[in-house]
């Protein structure tokens, strides 16, 4: 009985959604009552997307700050390490309190982000840092607001009020970098490739892995949100232990 009752919630919290594809034709489905208002497939799905978004734009600003030549990439660098690693922490202490399980690898898509800007250098990697990022944020910003807009859980909507302030803030300094090609990066922006769900959904984490956590810089500016005053002091669980910091 209880293997059967955690395989249920494991397939409550992380089905095939997990990052981007959906599970049914609606998204507005109530999939848990919560003390902090009802969870819908949505709302699961946009912590997950806030999580899986960290676990690239994270490491990309690392390389960002090693390879960047100019000074406004190397800011932007320091924006995305900054907001990424803030956004990780709330989303690693809500989580468990509504019972999604958080991946600890960015998409297939995600990763090839990173490979592609782990392999350039010089004007190359400068611009196509700017563009790429530009062009990822700028995807993610309605949802951020759709979400906003909708959910009626305390926990998610506060992680959206904080990922609006963070994505308006990286895509303003992608696009002072003076390298943002608006026409290409927004036609890529409204007119994504068709890829398979496959490519778009980050893996399940690995049973008996200490969770990834993306470590604030010593200069950090951005704050996590106040969870525990939102839930009136207290969560419902823990979550897994921490791994060694990311990079």
């Given at each position: 009985?209880g293997?059967?009752?955690?395989?249920?919630?494991?397939?409550?919290?992380?089905?095939?959604?997990?990052?981007?594809?959906?599970?049914?034709?609606a998204?507005?489905?109530v999939?848990?009552s919560?003390?902090?208002?009802?969870?819908?497939?949505?709302?699961?799905?946009?912590?997950?997307?806030?999580?899986?978004?960290g676990?690239?734009?994270?490491?990309?600003?690392?390389?960002?700050?090693?390879?960047?030549g100019?000074?406004?990439?190397?800011?932007?660098?320091?924006?995305?390490?900054d907001?990424?690693?803030?956004?990780?922490?709330?989303?690693?202490k809500?989580?468990?309190?509504?019972?999604?399980?958080?991946?600890?690898?960015?998409?297939?898509?995600?990763?090839?982000?990173?490979r592609?800007l782990?392999?350039?250098?010089?004007?190359?990697?400068?611009?196509?840092?700017?563009?790429?990022?530009?062009?990822?944020?700028?995807?993610?910003?309605?949802?951020?607001?759709?979400?906003?807009?909708?959910?009626?859980?305390?926990?998610?909507?506060?992680?959206?009020?904080?990922?609006?302030?963070?994505?308006?803030?990286?895509?303003?300094?992608?696009?002072?970098?003076?390298?943002?090609?608006?026409?290409?990066?927004?036609?890529?922006?409204?007119?994504?490739?068709?890829?398979p769900?496959?490519?778009?959904?980050?893996?399940p984490?690995?049973?008996?892995?200490?969770?990834?956590?993306?470590?604030?810089?010593?200069?950090?500016?951005?704050?996590?949100?106040?969870?525990?005053?939102?839930?009136?002091?207290?969560?419902?669980?823990?979550?897994?232990?921490?791994?060694?910091?990311?990079?």
């Open positions: 009985m293997g059967a009752m955690a395989l249920t919630l494991a397939a409550l919290a992380y089905p095939g959604m997990l990052g981007l594809s959906k599970v049914s034709g998204q507005d489905r999939i848990a919560t003390q902090w208002g009802p969870l819908t497939e949505q709302d699961r799905d946009f912590v997950v997307k806030v999580r899986a978004a676990l690239w734009e994270y490491p990309v600003g690392q390389i960002g700050l090693r390879k960047g100019s000074k406004g990439v190397i800011t932007a660098s320091r924006h995305l390490v907001g990424h690693a803030a956004l990780d922490t709330t989303c690693r809500i989580a468990p309190m509504l019972n999604i399980t958080l991946p600890d690898e960015a998409s297939p898509q995600q990763q090839g982000f990173v592609q782990n392999g350039e250098s010089g004007r190359q990697f400068d611009t196509d840092f700017a563009n790429i990022l530009r062009m990822t944020h700028g995807s993610i910003f309605n949802t951020v607001a759709k979400i906003r807009s909708t959910t009626k859980n305390s926990l998610v909507r506060a992680l959206a009020d904080q990922a609006n302030d963070t994505v308006l803030d990286h895509i303003s300094v992608m696009e002072r970098t003076g390298l943002v090609d608006f026409d290409q990066t927004l036609f890529q922006q409204t007119t994504p490739p068709k890829l769900d496959s490519d778009l959904t980050p893996p984490p690995a049973a008996g892995r200490p969770q990834v956590v993306l470590t604030p810089p010593p200069s950090a500016t951005s704050t996590p949100v106040d969870i525990d005053g939102i839930a009136g002091g207290g969560t419902a669980g823990a979550g897994p232990s921490p791994a060694p910091p990311a990079g």
